[in-house]
């Protein structure tokens, strides 16, 4: 079995109405954002965005609750 990186999940505010969403890989923590509605993967600067609306952010909340670093929103 691989061992991946169990580091917090960060949450920053992105480009116009998107927030960043710095996610240390494993399957299950991808599998889980694929399914926020209007997900993006920007494979440059390696981080997931997800548009800045109720729930997007409510969803997100829900499928990582616990695993967020400490200072986000």
């Known amino acids: ?32 954002i694929k399914t926020v509605a209007g997900r ?9 965005t997800i548009p800045h609306t109720e729930g997007a952010l409510a969803h997100l909340l829900d499928l990582f609750a616990g695993e967020l670093a400490e200072d986000d929103p």
């Open 1 to 32: 079995m691989t061992d991946y990186p169990a580091g917090p999940i960060q949450i920053r505010q992105g480009g116009t109405g998107r927030l960043i969403v710095v996610l240390p890989y494993s399957p299950e923590r991808v599998a889980k």
């Open 40 to 48: 993006c993967w920007d494979s440059k600067e390696r981080y997931w």
